[in-house]
């Protein structure tokens, strides 16, 4: 929830839209997608962007694109196409998603999957190189794993990363649909690294927590190889939804919200790894995208999820023992140093 629980601005947009105009076809123009490009384009330094709904929606349109990129573009056989993923990757939960992840609980039951995926080790730059081959189009990866417990790449990576794509003619494609939006401190997580990829994916966030829609951020070379009526959405770059969307981009820029996740993250890890806990293994974390790993004797993170729930502060456990906080952008010094005493309280019991 990055703008915060119901932002005035974005629920009078929403209001407003509503009683004007919900949904039209794809196939006539409506005056909010049009301005909702310009602006999404201006700000993120696109050429194209493309709205869906969902995460998961925007990450197999990116799928699709770069596969007909190589077989149009790059010259690769048909059917031959390969899309490199990092493991324990989380990109959503449809089919062909499902089928390169490497968590048992996402696969297990719902085969066969599709073909066309390689998973390399996270943050391996050597192993992601001896991958590639003439038949790769894209690879596919979070700035910053956040299902997986908040895995932050080790430094270099990415630019890395962006540099032998750039080399073998491959699509980095960029799953900010967590990491992007603010919440690591910079509009995208790339920007931290100075990078910019071919394909980005946003989302959560873009709906102010008001309407889900997400976007495919690209250049005129890559989604310029989908042609009218080749992939789309009922639902997708609908007014109320772009309107919605464009105050959210709006607050979040000009309320501050971007600048304020990197004080109040630095704040917070500062007063987390100040707790005196056997507990604690480790804390890490970019902006406002922050996890407390507990170490294997202390019982598991859900139980200290439950407790802290109790005292008010909803936190969520992954890999039974890592606790990831992510509060909205909005949040104030009082209420970071709130957040860490309960930590200090539940982890020094």
Known sequence: MNQGHCHPKIL??????????????????????????????????SHKALPMNSGAEAVETALKVARKWG?????????AAEIIVCANNFHGRTLAIIGFSSDPTSRNGFGPFAPGFKVVPFGNTEALEQAITRNTVAFL??????????II????????????????????????????????????????????????????????GFLPISAVLSNNEVLGVLKPGEHGSTFGGNPLACAVARTALNVLVHEGMIENAERMGARLMAALR??????VKEIRGRGLLVAV????????????????AARGLLCKETH?????????????????????????TVLQD
């Open 12 to 45: 009078q947009a929403m209001i407003g839209q509503a009683s004007r105009l919900t949904l039209t076809s794809r196939a006539f123009r409506n005056d909010q997608l049009p301005l909702f490009y310009e602006e999404l384009c201006s700000l993120t330094r």
């Open 71 to 79: 077989y149009e573009v790059k010259g690769v056989p048909d059917g």
């Open 141 to 150: 990866v979070e700035p910053i794993q956040g299902e997986a417990g908040v």
């Open 153 to 208: 790449p080790p430094a270099g990576y990415l630019k890395a990363a962006r540099e032998l794509c750039t080399r073998h003619n491959v699509i980095l494609i960029l799953d900010e649909i967590q990491t992007g939006l603010g919440r690591t401190g910079r509009l995208l997580a790339e920007d931290h690294d100075g990078i910019e990829s071919d394909l980005t994916l946003i989302g959560k966030a873009l709906g102010g």
């Open 274 to 279: 100040e707790i005196k806990s056997a507990a």
């Open 293 to 308: 790993e507990l170490t294997p004797e202390a019982g598991g993170a859900r139980a200290y999820c439950e407790r802290l």
């Open 320 to 344: 039974d023992t890592i606790i990831r906080i992510s509060p909205p952008l909005i949040i104030t010094a009082e209420q970071t140093d709130w957040i860490a005493e309960q930590f200090t």
